[in-house]
């Protein structure tokens, strides 16, 4: 399965758009790539998912070049509920998910 | 409201006791999973069942059993065999295999072997 690659952890001020960019150099032609967000001691929840080009729904976007080596979950205007590990997952058929550390992202007021 | 359950939030065991965990999912899901998580890291599979009556290892099943003999209930079993079972447990499910589709967790069982 496709491995990705993160930073381990970023920092952000309460109003600013984050943007976490993650590698998937391996990723195969059916692969989708999905985002999950964890809180502390809870289970992860998901956000977004994508194929190509750009994904938006009510809480990120999902931006995905041509190759699809790399992508990039963008959290406009984040406040400080936003502070949590970001996961980037490439998704294959047959249900595998293979779970990297992950964005630390720490959101200052 | 449909969902995952697992009991209980909280678990205490002595070494060399076996331990059950429990998993529950009323959103009439075929795949369910059982993942680890220590401290600090990302969740590694444990086992996965895509159907009733038949399930997978993972990449960390060794010291750890699983059954699957109805659709919403997928427990999990740490063995005395498992040598550093403190750990955060999650359980989730998802409606299919196919890609796209979304794997949903559930709150967690944090296990402590004292």
Redesign the interface.
């Known amino acids: 399965l496709a491995k990705t690659t993160q930073p381990i952890s970023m920092d952000s001020y309460e109003g600013q758009e984050v943007n976490i960019t993650c590698s998937h150099n391996n990723i195969a032609t059916?692969?989708?790539i999905?985002w999950y967000q964890q809180f502390p001691?809870?289970?992860?929840?998901?956000i977004i998912?994508g194929y190509k080009t750009k994904v938006t729904n009510e809480v990120a976007s999902l931006f995905i070049p041509a190759d699809r080596k790399s992508s990039t979950l963008s959290l406009p205007r984040v406040s400080l509920s936003d502070t949590a590990v970001y996961?980037c997952l490439v998704?294959?058929?047959?249900?595998?998910?293979?779970?990297?550390?992950?964005t630390e992202l720490s959101v200052k007021p | 409201d449909g969902g995952?359950t697992q009991s209980p939030k909280y678990l205490f065991r002595k070494e060399g006791q076996n331990v059950t965990l429990s998993c529950e999912q009323n959103l009439n899901h075929d795949?369910m999973?059982w993942?680890r998580q220590d401290p600090?890291?990302?969740?590694?599979?444990i086992y996965?069942s895509?159907i009733v009556n038949d399930f997978q290892k993972?990449d960390i099943a060794e010291g750890y059993s699983v059954s699957r003999e109805k659709k919403e209930s997928f427990p999990l079993t740490v063995t005395s065999a498992q040598k550093n079972p403190t750990a955060?447990y999650?359980c989730?499910s998802?409606s299919?295999?196919?890609?796209?589709?979304?794997?949903?967790?559930?709150?967690?069982t944090?296990l402590t072997v004292l």
């Open positions: 059916n692969d989708y999905t001691s809870q289970g992860p929840r998901f998912q996961y998704d294959r058929r047959g249900g595998k998910l293979i779970f990297g550390q992950g | 995952i795949a999973y993942y600090g890291q990302g969740l590694r599979l996965y895509q993972g955060f999650l989730a998802r299919g295999t196919s890609v796209g589709d979304t794997q949903y967790f559930g709150p967690g944090r």
